[in-house]
């Protein structure tokens, strides 16, 4: 059977979360901090939290999703998976109910905003949603979130703060972008290694998209970098993977990437 969610979810939310004695799975891209901490107020202090979100360094600096929220679900030793593709909205509880709804975890999506969505009690249907879910989950070019990176994004974001003089861009259509604008020293000043060195490379690439046939094409310069490196391009595949958990470069697939900052 289902439900059919046709106005403000909220209170139904935390009904949800309330009755919910083992686990609460969330899937959404934006997701604001005091919406966390009702989960939590609202939630059996045992309970197994997981959360699949898109992080993306632009949305963290222009408050989309909120880095607060993240770092208390971490503390929960909560899952955090980061999904670059996400649109979802799906919220699992006890694997007995799900609502899959258009509502992100934010004031607006549960309280104001026209949304819509379903609620699903069948367990046939609920069994196919956590088994995508956990496909999700596990898929390769998807991160797990650990709290060394969401130190690392706070340090960012606080650098970010410091070099905007005009007022940040909140407007819905900014906060839908991946993209962030930086100054042309902010990255350099703020990354060093292989990972300050990957970045100056992807800007030298001068498009924004790239692959990783555009890194088989220097490798004379990883190993002008690094002499003594024997597998150069297993270092630039996990230096990869670092720049995209912080938010700074998507996984699009098939060896292929999207840089996600823009020099001003």
């Known amino acids: 059977m289902y439900e059919l969610i046709r106005k403000p979810f909220y209170d139904k939310f935390m009904e949800l979360c309330s009755n919910s004695t083992s686990s609460i799975k969330l899937c959404s891209p934006f997701v604001k901090t005091n919406i966390i901490k009702e989960v939590l107020k609202n939630s059996n202090k045992n309970i197994n939290l997981s959360l699949i979100t898109n992080i993306n360094l632009n949305s963290l600096c222009k408050g989309g999703l909120d880095l607060a929220a993240l770092e208390l679900l971490a503390n929960k030793n909560a899952p955090i998976i980061n999904s670059q593709k996400l649109h979802a909205k799906i919220y699992i509880f006890d694997n007995k109910k799900c609502a899959v709804t258009s509502?992100?975890?934010?004031?607006?999506?549960?309280?104001?905003?026209?949304?819509?969505?379903?609620?699903?009690?069948?367990?046939?249907?609920?069994?196919?949603?956590?088994?995508?879910?956990?496909?999700?989950?596990?898929?390769?070019?998807?991160?797990?979130?650990?709290?060394?990176?969401?130190?690392?994004i706070r340090k960012l974001i606080e650098a970010f703060n410091q070099q905007t003089t005009s007022p940040i861009d909140t407007t819905s259509e900014n906060l839908l972008s991946d993209i962030i604008s930086v100054n042309n020293s902010f990255l350099d000043n703020h990354f060093t290694g292989w990972q300050k060195f990957l970045i100056n490379i992807i800007d030298d690439f001068n498009k924004d998209e790239f692959s990783t046939k555009d890194f088989r094409n220097i490798e004379y310069k990883l190993l002008n970098y690094a002499p003594n490196s024997k597998t150069p391009q297993?270092?630039?595949?996990?230096?990869?993977?670092?720049?995209?958990?912080?938010?700074?470069?998507?996984?699009?697939?098939?060896g292929k990437y999207k840089k996600l900052w823009h020099n001003l």
Not at 124 to 150: C, H, M, P
Not at 241 to 250: P, T, Y
């Open 103 to 152: 509502a992100n975890l934010t004031n607006s999506g549960l309280k104001t905003n026209v949304e819509y969505g379903i609620l699903v009690d069948d367990i046939n249907q609920i069994n196919t949603i956590i088994k995508d879910y956990n496909s999700i989950s596990k898929y390769g070019l998807n991160g797990k979130i650990k709290k060394e990176q969401l130190e690392r």
């Open 234 to 254: 297993r270092t630039v595949n996990r230096v990869l993977q670092e720049l995209r958990d912080v938010g700074l470069i998507k996984f699009l697939g098939n």
